[in-house]
């Protein structure tokens, strides 16, 4: 079971990781089931509309989670749904594994003025109880590490090549080296 604050209609990182992580685990003959805010009531984030918050979740979240009776639980988002799924989990002495996605301390410092010794805090707290929480780069673990996180574990995501295929380095007649930026732009991306 995959429970997330964050899904389709929205086009991000963190959905496309998790719809190819479900996609695959399908492939290999799991049922995955993966909670998510179109299953609840819900308003959109200050700043960040496009992603929904559920309102209170909790009791929904625990029926959904017992009805399944995952073999395994990954809680892959801090919002609403995150933290009732870690409610249900730690209550009952269930395992599960969280990821780190977003840099929600710098985030939250760019769009309000939230310091990182208030947020890092409350992001171990989340993440402690996890058997692993996994993170996608060396540097995010080495930051993470670096703010007293001890249960990460690498979770490296792969590239499609039959999408993405290599085009000869003389297709763009420009001065190198050439950089290019592929992700949402916005203030916590410190473009």
């Known amino acids: ?20 992580t479900a996609a695959w685990h ?7 089931r993966i909670i998510n805010p179109r299953d609840f009531h819900s308003v959109p984030c200050p700043t960040y509309p496009e992603i929904r918050l559920s309102l209170f979740p909790y009791g929904k979240v625990k029926r959904s989670i017992r ?4 073999h395994a639980v990954h809680i892959a988002t801090e919002g609403p749904l995150g933290l009732s799924a870690r409610r249900f989990c730690v209550s009952r002495g269930m ?14 410092r760019a769009r309000y003025p939230i310091p990182l010794g208030v947020s890092y805090p409350v992001l171990r707290w989340f993440h402690g109880p996890a058997a692993r929480c996994m993170v996608s780069t060396a540097s995010v673990r080495s930051d993470l590490a670096a703010h007293g996180f ?11 090549t039959e999408i ?6 003389d ?19 410190n473009i």
């Open 164 to 169: 993405f295929k290599p085009y000869p380095k």
């Open 67 to 70: 009805a399944f009776a995952p």
């Open 150 to 160: 001890a249960n990460l574990a690498s979770w490296r995501r792969g590239v499609d």
């Open 1 to 20: 079971m995959i429970v997330t604050d964050a899904w389709f209609p929205q086009t991000n990182g963190v959905v496309s990781t998790l719809a190819q």
């Open 26 to 32: 399908g492939r290999f003959g799991h049922e995955v």
């Open 95 to 108: 395992p599960f594994t969280t990821s780190y996605h977003t840099q929600f301390p710098q985030y939250l």
């Open 171 to 189: 297709f763009l007649a420009l001065p190198r080296p050439i950089a290019a930026y592929v992700g949402r732009v916005a203030v916590e991306k």
